[in-house]
């Protein structure tokens, strides 16, 4: 019922920034929360961000300050910015939207399929 796809993952080197998009679709109404998480190999998956409808944000601790969330609520995109970027983040990033009102119902959890971001010299 909800696609999310994400883009602009990659290779940067160590201290480079990256802006990851997520643009979620299918005949949607409202989305409450949208976020990023990220899951490296062998650990478990994350929060890295997460923003609401109203522009409330929080984020992981790894990240704060050096990564910042945004939406467009009329697109049904959110962003992440991610600056000062350190091998530890090297990971796979999802995409997540949260209680989603679409036309066929209520979705309580959606997630994208990820996008590869390495940090390395």
């Known amino acids: 019922q909800v696609q999310l796809v994400e883009s602009g993952g990659g290779l940067v080197q160590p201290g480079g920034s990256l802006r990851l998009s997520c643009a979620a679709s299918?005949?949607?109404?409202?989305?409450?929360?949208m976020g990023w998480y990220r899951q490296a190999p062998g650990n478990k998956r994350e929060l890295v961000a997460v923003i609401t409808s109203a522009g409330s944000t929080n984020y992981g601790d790894s990240v704060k300050g050096r990564f910042t969330i945004s939406r467009d609520n009329a697109k049904n995109t959110v962003y992440l910015q991610m600056n000062s970027l350190k091998p530890e983040d090297t990971a796979v990033y999802y995409c997540?939207?949260?209680?989603?009102?679409?036309?066929?119902?209520?979705?309580?959890?959606?997630w994208g399929r990820g996008t590869q971001v390495t940090v390395s010299s």
């Open positions: 299918g005949s949607i109404f409202s989305i409450n929360a």
């Open positions: 997540n939207a949260q209680r989603v009102q679409t036309a066929m119902g209520y979705v309580r959890d959606s």
